[in-house]
Structures are given as C-alpha cells and as structure tokens.
C-alpha cells in the first residue's frame, strides 16, 4: 500500500512537499501524477528505486525534484514556485516492471491522493 500526505494550501511561490509511504514492497520506479477537476492525470516526476534514473514532466524541471529515502521507503516530492495551475489532487504510485514509465496505465499500485490547492 501507497499512503501519500502533505497536501495543503498555498500561496502562489510557495513550496510544499509531499510524501508517500510505501510498504517496502519491491518495485523498479516511483513516481508522482496529479490530477486537476476535470481533466485527465498526467505525469510529473519518476525515478528508479536505485535513484540511479530521474525524469521530469516539462512543467516539473527546475520546480520538483522527486527523491526517496531507504531507511524508511518514503518518496518525496519537493514541490518549489508553485503555480495556481498546479492545483490538483497529487499520487504516488509503483512499478514494478523496470524502465521509468510516463503514462498511468504503467503503474501497478497507487497512493490514494493528496490535494494541492495554490491560490493566487
């Protein structure tokens, strides 16, 4: 199971990280989607459970960085210069088929969600 937390509101060029628990189960790539009211998810960051590979949606470089920490399986994600456009309800999410993937369906497991709201 994929538990994510840290959502909240904030002021645009504000920061917020995010975090997801994972059960410590074995997979090949974590990563972070997000999905605004009424449109499709979309992407935002992955990188291998080595965090030997990271990739970045376009609107994510230079904004997010996406990391992990061993010690306690927890995956984050930094979120800096937020935008209004970036609200959205955040996931977490694991596969376990190796090779960073950028589409939903490529994930196995998901967290429930953590809601982003930046106000202008």
């Known amino acids: 199971q994929l538990q994510a937390s840290g959502g909240g509101l904030v002021q645009a060029g504000g920061s917020l990280r995010l975090s997801c628990l994972d059960s410590g189960r074995i997979v090949s790539v974590v990563g972070w989607f997000r999905q605004a009211p009424g449109k499709e998810r979309e992407f935002v960051a992955a990188?291998?459970?080595?965090?030997?590979?990271?990739f970045y949606a376009d609107f994510a470089k230079g904004r997010f960085t996406i990391s992990r920490d061993n010690r306690d399986n927890t995956l984050y994600l930094q979120m800096n210069s937020l935008k209004p456009e970036d609200t959205a309800t955040y996931y977490c999410a694991a596969r376990r088929t190796s090779g960073i993937a950028t589409t939903s369906g490529a994930y196995d497991s998901w967290g429930q969600g953590t809601l982003v709201t930046v106000s202008s």
């Open positions: 990188m291998t459970w080595r965090a030997d590979k990271k």
